[in-house]
């Protein structure tokens, strides 16, 4: 069976150190699950992973997105269409699955856990049971809390050393901005600044770039300081899963700022109403401070 790991669509940075872990670690666990805050990297690295590993499991590495969901009624089918599998027996269609996967010798790879994590704990228990060759690669704000589940933390991209949030800046920036020469001394201190006041998280770092299009990089840097302040749109090219996340909370491109927009993006964890005060516990990590979730 063929994989089918989502394609890239923009440059990677980095994560040397994690996929060397991620590596070893697809060997000495059946369950890992990559945890960290929205926007972090997760997928990325999932993505790498996998297809640096893929050649090891004769049946491949299948690729579920779970993000498109809006509740857990569609997880099983939508595990069935990444393996492959059409059942149209009477079994229930978690038994049919299992009975597909018993013989498979795979990789599978759960992509966006978090607003499904009791469903998911559900089925891949039922999995790895059911299925001795399957390996369970899960990308997740919060864990599955499994037995024997090997959990790999993520986090933001350096800012110092070999910076390669500056790395990514650079390109995005690049993309956005290609006559800006961000090598010239004072450029160069100020897309450090703005790396570290992102405290390294990629997707805010990607937001930052885009802006680079409309705005002088001295103001990005500026407005990131004084932190909600409104900047302009980005016209940059979402990933599909941030692209759904925008137009589902409704936020207006135009007058979010970069950390208004990370704070979305994590607040999108939530599948029903929130209080301040768990907004603060689950969106507060990098850059946004509990009070800056508060306010
Ligand atoms: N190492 C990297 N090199 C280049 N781009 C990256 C890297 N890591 C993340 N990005 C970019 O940053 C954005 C956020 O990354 P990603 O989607 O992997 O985060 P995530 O942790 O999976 O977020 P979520 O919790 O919302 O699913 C994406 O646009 C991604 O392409
Ligand atoms: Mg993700």
Request: charged share 20%.
């Amino acid at each position: 069976m063929a994989s089918n790991i989502p394609q890239e669509s923009t440059s990677f940075v980095g994560r040397r150190a994690e996929l060397r872990q991620l590596s070893s670690e697809l060997t000495q666990h059946r369950l890992i699950t990559l945890t960290g805050p929205g926007g972090v990297g997760k997928t990325r690295i999932a993505v790498r992973a996998a297809r640096a590993a893929a050649a090891r499991f004769p049946d491949g590495v299948r690729w579920a997105p779970l993000w498109p969901l809006q509740g857990d009624q569609l997880l099983v089918a939508t595990v069935c269409d990444a393996v492959g599998l059409a059942d149209h027996s009477a079994r229930t269609p978690v038994a049919a699955l299992c009975e597909w996967l018993a013989d498979k010798d795979l990789l599978l790879v759960l992509d966006s856990c978090e607003h499904l994590v009791a469903a998911c704990r559900d089925l891949v228990g039922d999995l790895l049971t059911a299925a001795p060759g399957v390996t369970v690669l899960v990308t997740s704000r919060q864990p599955l809390d499994l037995v024997g589940e090997g959990i790999t933390e993520i986090g933001p991209l350096p800012c110092t050393g070999d910076n390669d949030a500056l790395a990514l800046f650079t390109e995005r920036a690049g993309a956005a901005a290609p006559e800006l020469r961000l090598t010239d001394p004072l450029n160069a201190e100020a897309a450090a600044l703005i790396c570290r006041r992102l405290e390294g998280i990629p997707l805010a770092l990607e937001l930052a770039g885009a802006q680079l299009a409309h705005r002088p990089l001295a103001q990005v840097a500026e407005r990131l300081g004084s932190r909600l302040d409104a900047l302009d749109g980005t016209g940059m090219p979402w990933t599909p899963r941030h692209r759904t996340l925008r137009t589902a909370i409704g936020w207006s491109h135009e007058l979010c700022a970069p950390l208004e927009r990370l704070l979305w993006a994590r607040l999108s964890v939530f599948r029903g109403t929130f209080d301040v005060g768990s907004a603060a516990a689950v969106c507060a990590d990098g850059p946004l401070t509990p009070d800056v979730v508060r306010t």
